[in-house]
């Protein structure tokens, strides 16, 4: 049977759809509790779901960077399109397996109808390996906020700590110098063969590389071309994806505030309590990026929200309550990434 681009669109709304179901039924609480815990968010749900609008609002602009740097034909592309393959693309991602490989096929079969299938492939990767990117410089970064806490009296910190505190650190400079690497010589090829590495798909990795061989080699020139050509629309890129995740930090300080933790109220416990949920979201994107191979990470998303949670002294109460919303929150936006792919018609 051959898989037209319709056929390809509706396998991934089912997809997303059964997902969905299965998220319903897999809750660790009942839906009589789960509907306890969104009465008790309240008004808050309007803040905790609303501010993804912008956080998807920065990816969008983020990946636009990328798209109008890689394609002239990029930069008549309307903002409202690329933000709609956002929004999908990310539902998809936490919708399916294998640490979210369902929206970037997606894009590119979309993208494809506007600027071509190599360059859509080079700007989705491209935009893919600039969202990990960022994230590690978002892991970073809170490393030095904890022991910046630390010192003030604010966080706990011990030898066990300290170690685990320096194990990140250098996991991250590990990935930079991979991430170096793949902006400077090109990614593509090298992922195919590395799933030639996978049992039972030596044969298609070899035939693929074979057949696409030339294909290939454009992909990795355009990737590599990016950071060598144009500097600014790569780390404009990396600043917005980056900016995007300190946004997203606000989603669990709303849920703090709901608990009355303000951590004394004015100007400095706002920031203080921000920089907690800094913190929660890292540790926690962190466990879950670790081990990331189920579809919206059941499981693993709750028990790294709890973890970051006790671990910055707060009740695990509080950490079951905020995986819950935040799990509440991602069955919003996949069902609107879902109706947006079956309204987009271009």
């Known amino acids: ?41 309240g008004y808050w749900l309007i803040p905790i779901v609303g501010v993804w609008i912008i956080i998807y609002a920065i990816n969008a602009l983020s990946w636009r960077a990328i798209i109008c740097s890689k394609s002239e034909e990029g930069r ?16 998809l991602n936490y919708a399916t397996p294998v640490g979210g490989l369902g929206g970037e096929p997606y894009r590119i079969m979309e993208l494809s109808k506007d600027i071509g299938n190599q360059r859509a492939t080079s700007s989705v ?69 590395w799933i030639g590495h996978i049992p039972g798909l030596k ?12 294909a290939l080699h454009n992909i990795d020139e355009q990737i590599a071309a990016l950071h060598a050509e144009d500097k600014r629309a790569f780390y ?11 946004i997203q930090s606000s989603e669990v300080m709303f849920m703090l505030l709901l608990f009355g933790i303000d951590c ?6 706002l920031l203080l ?37 006790a671990a910055l002294g707060l009740s695990a109460a509080f950490g079951i309550f905020v995986s819950i919303i935040c799990r ?12 947006l792919m079956k309204l987009d018609k271009n």
């Open 273 to 309: 309590t921000f920089l907690h949920g800094f913190l929660i979201v890292s540790f926690t994107t962190l466990f879950a990026n670790l081990i990331g191979f189920l579809p919206m990470q059941l499981g693993v998303q709750e028990g790294g929200f709890v973890l970051s949670i």
């Open 264 to 269: 004394g109220g004015g100007f400095s416990g």
């Open 1 to 41: 049977m051959k898989w037209t681009k319709q056929k390809l669109n509706n396998l991934f709304f089912f997809l997303g759809l059964a997902a969905v179901v299965v998220m319903l039924f897999t809750f660790d609480v009942s839906f009589v509790e789960l509907w306890q815990y969104i009465c008790h968010a």
């Open 236 to 246: 404009y890129s990396l600043l917005l994806e980056y900016l995007s995740r300190v």
């Open 76 to 91: 008549h592309i309307s903002f409202w399109r690329i933000y709609r393959l956002t929004i999908t693309g990310y539902a």
């Open 328 to 339: 509440v929150r991602e069955i919003f936006w996949i069902l609107i990434g879902l109706l």
């Open 125 to 193: 990767i491209l935009y893919a390996m600039m969202h990990f990117f960022a994230h590690f410089w978002y892991w970073f970064s809170s490393i030095f906020i904890y022991l910046a806490l630390a010192a003030v009296g604010d966080l706990p910190i011990n030898r066990t700590i300290a170690i685990l505190l320096g194990i990140v650190i250098a996991f991250c400079l590990v990935a930079f110098y991979l991430f170096s690497k793949g902006y400077r010589n090109g990614l593509a090829a090298n992922v195919i063969r």
């Open 203 to 214: 044969g298609w990795s070899s035939r693929f590389q074979e057949k696409h061989a030339e």
